[in-house]
């Protein structure tokens, strides 16, 4: 409703909630969106993704509660995703999302966690996760693109959540990519943390300036163990 009253947009503006969902739910909200798109060719959605990690800073807890201390921040970002009746106008290198995928590993519910506490959301992660991913993540990718027919030697550019620097090493080292491969997902870490949802639109708007060749695939990881992927054109 702020972002109605300030921008301004009409009051006629129609709203969709996505919530606790995590570092995966910044391509949720594309998805979402894209629905949308193909539902109505002239609409216009407005992605806002706002994450305020900081108000569950944990002053103690055990190493796992330490280390989401260090990785989470504060950030917020945002998208503009049109049909196929306003495409013809945009402007800036506008990306295509062809397709979206989605699965959640078996198994591995308890791995990523996110408690209700007298003082405020604890969250616990498994050292166990950045070897799940490398375990998982090829194999879905190669179902999945298969469909699209594509395969992944043909994916140019990689989009990937910094959920944390083990976990972009752990992708890398399952799809046999060099670190300079992942360059905007390690920047991003570096300058502004794991900031949720809000992340993977940070590191797209790096990779969109740098007009990175495609087709590209972005991912995120979260609760679940959930991965969540994204194909551009």
């Not at 569950?56 to 260090?70: C, F, M, R």
Request: glycine residues 8%.
């Amino acid at each position: 409703i702020d972002l109605i009253q300030q921008l301004p947009l009409p009051a006629r503006t129609q709203r969709t909630h996505l919530g606790f969902m995590g570092c995966h739910a910044g391509l949720n909200c594309l998805r979402v969106a894209r629905a949308i798109t193909l539902g109505d060719p002239q609409a216009c959605v407005l992605v806002c993704a706002t994450e305020l990690c900081g108000l569950h800073y944990q002053y103690a807890g055990s190493n796992d509660q330490k280390v989401a201390n260090a990785l989470f921040a504060d950030g917020s970002a945002s998208a503009i995703v049109v049909g196929a009746d306003l495409a013809e106008n945009a402007t800036g290198g506008a990306w295509r999302i062809a397709h979206t995928a989605s699965m959640i590993v078996p198994q591995s519910y308890d791995l990523m966690t996110w408690k209700v506490s007298d003082h405020g959301f604890c969250m616990s992660l498994s050292e166990e996760i950045p070897q799940l991913i490398r375990q998982e993540v090829k194999g879905f990718l190669e179902d999945w693109l298969s469909g699209e027919g594509l395969r992944l030697d043909e994916i140019v550019s990689w989009c990937v959540h910094p959920g944390g620097p083990q976990i972009l090493h752990a992708f890398a080292r399952a799809m046999k990519l060099e670190r300079e491969a992942l360059w905007a997902s390690y920047d991003v870490l570096r300058d502004y943390g794991n900031m949720s949802s809000a992340t993977i639109l940070f590191v797209l708007q790096k990779m969109m300036a740098a007009e990175v060749p495609r087709p590209c695939v972005a991912l995120g990881f979260g609760p679940g163990i959930t991965i969540e992927a994204a194909l551009f054109r």
